[in-house]
């Protein structure tokens, strides 16, 4: 009875995906990429790397592929699995652009015009060429979502919008041509790390900083991960505590080396006197957590038959779903069958 029961559970979909768009960096990977590690077991994950995303601002040959490829290289690396969770490339799954274009036919020009995102990167973007695929983004995201029937999408504020109008575009569909999509959730990630940028600690360590010397990138050499904490801005007093208000330069190291042992920054803090002791005891701990993945990573990236073989696991499994669903998009509106 109860294996029966259990094969009538349905096991809650979750999909998060990330641009290939620039270095992985501690901040992505103690605030999110170890918990999409541990969350892979618990809910059915499917995580995609969306270079299709990543067109609306990109026009330099040869760029795009490669850094797919190490993107995909560092998920893997941090401990992704492809036959527990699914890991794919968007545009190796036609189905993304397909469905793109029945939601933008679903999203009305007004919607659109709306989106906060869309009016801050054209805001960016004063002077350059502003793509039809900027405006248009947030469709091809609902198709993301809509494609695998996805519960839940752990997303930050800044992501919140797309996934209310995905709503928004899944029910009027549903409204129109009878249910056909799962109305997806935004969910609050669980919360990881919070990393500030070593230089500017008031603000979220980020790729964007004008300089390199406050991100640490999970491809970066040991002397370069030492030399970058080294040199992380503290203040003028002399005691170690953690006090992310007054003190957020120290309180982000205690936060990090926190993040990278396992314990909690305010017993940290009692265990240095000397500010210097703990920076190099937070880049040590840092290395010691980045040495592994780094390993695997320079493997997978030297061997890339190995690397597009996990790739296609990937992607055959997320393709199975996205083309029943887009035959079941396509059955609903009433389509000539092919
Ligand atoms: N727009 C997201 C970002 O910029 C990336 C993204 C594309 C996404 N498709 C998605 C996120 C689907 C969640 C679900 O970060």
């Known amino acids: 009875m109860a294996g029966i029961a259990l094969a009538f559970t349905a096991v809650t979909r979750v999909l998060s995906c990330i641009q290939p768009t620039g270095e992985v960096h501690l901040g992505n990977y103690l605030g999110a990429l170890r918990n999409w590690v541990i969350g892979q077991s618990a809910a059915d994950a499917f995580h995609g790397i969306v270079d299709l995303h990543a067109l609306t601002v990109t026009d330099t040959p040869g760029v795009i592929g490669n850094e797919t490829l190490k993107l995909a290289a560092m998920l893997f690396a941090v401990g992704l699995d492809p036959e527990v969770a699914t890991v794919f490339v968007q545009s190796h799954v036609p189905e993304h652009a397909q469905l793109g274009w029945v939601m933008e036919c679903t999203v009305s020009y007004g919607e659109l015009s709306r989106m906060t995102q869309f009016k801050d990167k054209t805001a960016k973007r004063e002077g350059h060429f502003i793509s039809a695929g900027l405006f248009t983004y947030p469709a091809l995201q609902a198709a993301d979502i809509l494609l695998y029937d996805a519960n839940e999408v752990p997303v930050g504020d800044d992501q ?61 050499a040991p002397e370069v991960i030492s030399k970058k904490f080294k040199r992380a801005v503290t203040d003028s007093e002399t005691e170690v505590r953690y006090d992310p208000e007054t003190k957020p330069g120290v309180s982000n190291l205690l936060d990090i080396l926190a993040g990278a042992t396992g314990q909690a920054p305010a017993g940290l803090a009692e265990r240095y006197t ?55 998009t396509y059955d609903a509106i009433g389509m000539l069958p092919a």
């Open 274 to 328: 000397r500010y210097g002791d703990l920076k190099v005891a937070t880049a040590e701990a840092v290395i010691d957590v980045i040495r592994p993945i780094q390993d695997r990573y320079n493997d997978l990236l030297t061997d890339q038959a190995e690397l597009t073989r996990l790739l296609r696991i990937g992607a055959d499994k997320a393709r199975h779903v996205a083309s029943a669903t887009l035959q079941r």
């Open 160 to 220: 919140r919008q797309h996934i209310e109008i995905t709503r928004d575009i899944a029910l009027r569909f549903n409204h129109r041509f009878g249910e056909t999509f799962v109305v997806p959730t935004a969910v609050t990630p669980p919360a990881g790390a919070r990393v500030m940028d070593l230089q500017d600690p008031t603000s979220k360590m980020s790729k964007s900083a004008d300089s390199d010397a406050g991100c640490v990138y999970l491809t970066d």
